[in-house]
């Protein structure tokens, strides 16, 4: 079953505006990483966050964690026609048996030129 | 570096077949992780492999099988094949096994006919 659940669905925006996503998530994470898809083709891993930080950037992203409302959001500021593809949170669950990444179904951004 | 590599791109196979796909990681990493992605139930994790032996595994049926050579690449067998594995197969490799970033391949995108 889906750990994470974005919102939301489906995000259309102007270039230059602020995207903002939403991760909401049901156990305890290791860390909460992001990743971006184009049209199909492999995931981009963005940024992981861990379950101890409450904020990081990268470049344009900004990437914040709230682990008491178990929730996580993605923003993405002066957005490009690049930056449409479908974003995903993924909750590390990993211990001793080994890794799991536990995907969220994703936020479709467009952005128009 | 070069990036985790997935071959082939493309496949088409009939029922009942079986299927093997392979996947070199980035040099030097030695976890390997598949998913399964489809439009219905988005991205699911598979299994893992870290240095030869399966470390974790998803809800997955026997027919799904995997492994990894010395050299950390990794192959995944599916028997038996059945409609419903269409889907683009992920493979993503990191340096270490439970809270790693995970770098993905392009995919190969599997139709069963």
């Known amino acids: 079953s889906q750990q994470g659940e974005e919102d939301p669905q489906a995000l259309s925006i102007q270039e230059g505006e602020n995207a903002t996503m939403n991760c909401s998530y049901k156990?305890?994470?290791?860390?909460l990483q992001w990743y971006r898809q184009n049209s199909g083709r492999g995931l981009v891993h963005l940024i992981l966050?861990?379950?101890?930080?409450r904020e990081k950037h990268s470049g344009r992203l900004r990437v914040t964690l709230d682990t008491s409302k178990k929730s996580s959001s993605l923003l993405i500021t002066a957005s490009r026609a690049a930056d449409t593809a479908s974003y995903f949170c993924?909750?590390?669950?990993?211990?001793?048996?080994?890794?799991?990444?536990?995907f969220g179904k994703g936020t479709t951004l467009s952005v128009s030129s | 570096k070069a990036g985790v590599t997935q071959t082939p791109r493309y496949l088409i196979k009939t029922r009942g077949q079986q299927v093997t796909l392979s996947c070199s990681p980035i040099?030097?990493?030695?976890?390997v992780s598949w998913y399964q992605q489809t439009p219905g139930q988005g991205l699911q994790f598979l299994f893992e492999?870290?240095?030869?032996?399966?470390?974790n595994k998803g809800n997955f049926p026997g027919r799904f099988s995997g492994r990894q050579f010395s050299n950390s690449r990794s192959e995944m067998n599916v028997s038996t094949l059945e409609l419903g594995d269409s889907a683009l197969y992920l493979c993503?490799?990191?340096?270490?096994?439970?809270?790693?970033?995970?770098?993905f391949g392009a995919g190969t995108r599997l139709s069963v006919l």
């Open positions: 993503a490799s990191s340096s270490g096994t439970g809270g790693y970033s995970q770098y």
């Open positions: 156990t305890s994470i290791n860390n």
């Open positions: 966050i861990r379950s101890n930080e």
């Open positions: 993924a909750t590390d669950v990993s211990n001793q048996a080994g890794t799991a990444l536990i």
């Open positions: 040099s030097g990493h030695r976890s």
């Open positions: 492999y870290f240095s030869e032996t399966q470390r």
